[in-house]
């Protein structure tokens, strides 16, 4: 319908650099692309993984692998490469794609699993391994008519792992028809118009940013792609790109007021009079967030998006455009969802009663790829359990309590304490040691290690700071306290007197 129009733009800010893409040439990317594949011996079923960063050629890639019937595997690009060669096992996946900063990930995929053919290297040419196969060689292998592979609804689609860098990352399994309700949902909540043009910032990779965009896919409507979250750049693509939408997470939106409060930014300099909607999602909102931006923007629509990847990411629940007096709740069930809160005996709690929450609809995954006692924990007869724990209130709002399990979500994406305990626990001065969530404005929660030394021993922080160095960046503790671990008489962690301990608000950290 729309094949001459722009379909993506992708910003480059730092290199000054800014290319486009009609619809007509994302469609003709997406058929060479599986028609490449399907050469190369690909076929319905087969797993492929997508390693890269944010960049134009990723969407494309993505619908070739699905027009192949293939299953889709995009991954964190934050594993190190032994998590991604753990995920690659699990999936037992056919052929690899990755960007430029990937050729270490990909090289030791290559020595590990000969069944994988096709190696296709995203990035220059002249920093291609040897192992592989440029993108623009690959896709001239293809033509640029559909295949016409015969999917189902009910087909599997798509393998997004929640965690590679434990021992056993779990993969979720979505079908075409998770992907094409989360289309509907993210239309239906944000009302997405064929002249709406979203800005893409967050990665790709995540649930949460592909199926947001998926909300003007569903109406062909332009987006446009950010490499770089700095306030400056932000500002500029929606005013030089005539930006509509854009989804932030807590941090990005903090940084904005921060830099207009300093002056850094004015304002007056950029034309945003056409961005109607932002909406945050992937960790609490702080309501004075909220408050602050509506001075600011005060013809701002606002949403706020709770998802997880098992649900094919953001909508089962959403605080809606015309809620905004409800912030800090997570909202209400979402298109074609239910919710219902329950205590330990899967029973419904009273309305105000903290229980855990738990959605049911046709976003729900198939199943733990592989994993059927993983899938049977969280699936109840069709309904899935969050893991959150969460209240209702008279109006019917759900307002999340606190989680079920420990994970920290610091600026969108989700820390496992358990992996820096144990990375810790090798320190030979350590004799104890708990990592929890701390509050942190700017970036939800940011992870804090309390430590215990070894009798007679002595730690800095500087020293843990350099021994975490072989930690993700992310996943390196924000703040280090050294202090006994408290222990009940099961021997477990006490982590809520923790929390109550060391919780004030970290507000200055941007490290």
Not at 171 to 188: G, I, K, P
Not at 228 to 253: D, F, H, M, N, Y
Not at 429 to 453: C, F, K, S, T, Y
Not at 487 to 494: D, L, M, S, V, Y
Request: with cysteine; charged share 25%; glycine share 8%.
């Amino acid at each position: 319908m729309y094949g001459d129009e722009i379909a993506l733009v992708e910003r480059e800010p730092a290199k000054r650099k800014r290319t486009e893409i009609t619809w007509k040439i994302f469609d003709d990317g997406a058929n060479r692309i599986a028609n490449a594949l399907l050469k190369k011996g690909i076929k319905k079923g087969d797993t492929i993984v997508h390693l890269m960063k944010n960049c134009l050629e990723w969407l494309p890639i993505y619908f070739g692998i699905l027009r192949t019937g293939a299953l889709a595997v995009p991954l964190n690009f934050r594993f190190d490469p032994l998590s991604v060669k753990r995920c690659v096992e699990i999936a037992q996946s056919k052929a690899f794609f990755f960007g430029a900063e990937f050729v270490e990930h990909a090289k030791l995929v290559k020595n590990n699993f000969k069944r994988i053919e096709s190696f296709v290297f995203v990035g220059p040419r002249d920093m291609k391994p040897d192992f592989a196969i440029c993108y623009e060689d690959f896709i001239g292998l293809g033509d640029r008519v559909n295949p016409e592979i015969d999917i189902n609804l009910c087909d599997s689609a798509g393998l997004y792992f929640t965690s590679g860098t434990t021992g056993n990352p779990k993969a979720v399994l979505l079908t075409h028809r998770n992907l094409e309700f989360a289309c509907y949902v993210e239309n239906n909540h944000h009302r997405q118009t064929h002249s709406d043009n979203f800005l893409c910032i967050p990665p790709l990779y995540h649930t949460g940013a592909k199926m947001h965009w998926f909300g003007n896919l569903v109406v062909g409507a332009k987006a446009v792609i950010l490499k770089g979250v700095e306030p400056r750049w932000i500002l500029e693509a929606v005013s030089e790109e005539k930006v509509t939408i854009v989804w932030l997470l807590v941090p990005w939106a903090l940084d904005i007021l921060f830099a207009i409060e300093n002056q850094d930014i004015r304002l007056e300099q950029y034309e945003l009079s056409g961005w109607r909607l932002m909406h945050i999602g992937a960790q609490p909102v702080p309501p004075s967030l909220i408050q602050e931006w509506k001075k600011i923007f005060p013809d701002h629509q606002y949403d706020t998006n709770y998802g997880l990847t098992e649900c094919t990411g953001p909508g089962c629940v959403h605080l809606g455009l015309e809620n905004i007096h409800k912030v800090g709740a997570i909202g209400l069930p979402g298109l074609d969802w239910d919710i219902k809160i329950v205590d330990s005996n899967l029973k419904e709690v009273l309305p105000g009663e903290v229980g855990e929450l738990a959605v049911k609809g046709p976003g729900v995954m198939k199943e733990y790829f592989k994993n059927p006692k993983a899938t049977e924990e969280v699936i109840k007869d069709g309904w899935l359990l969050t893991g959150d724990m969460a209240r209702q209130d008279d109006d019917g709002f759900i307002w999340l309590v606190d989680r079920k399990k420990d994970v920290i979500i610091t600026g969108g994406e989700n820390i496992f304490p358990i992996e820096i305990e144990s990375f810790l626990q090798f320190h030979p001065r350590v004799q104890d040691v708990a990592v929890i969530g701390l509050p942190n404005e700017r970036l939800g929660e940011i992870p804090a290690a309390v430590i215990q030394v070894k009798q007679d021993q002595e730690l800095t922080r500087e020293s843990i700071d350099e021994y975490c160095r072989n930690l993700p960046r992310y996943k390196r503790p924000r703040r280090v306290i050294f202090a006994e671990v408290p222990r009940n008489a099961t021997g477990k962690i006490e982590k809520p007197r923790l929390r109550k301990l060391y919780g004030q608000d970290i507000r200055n950290d941007k490290k």
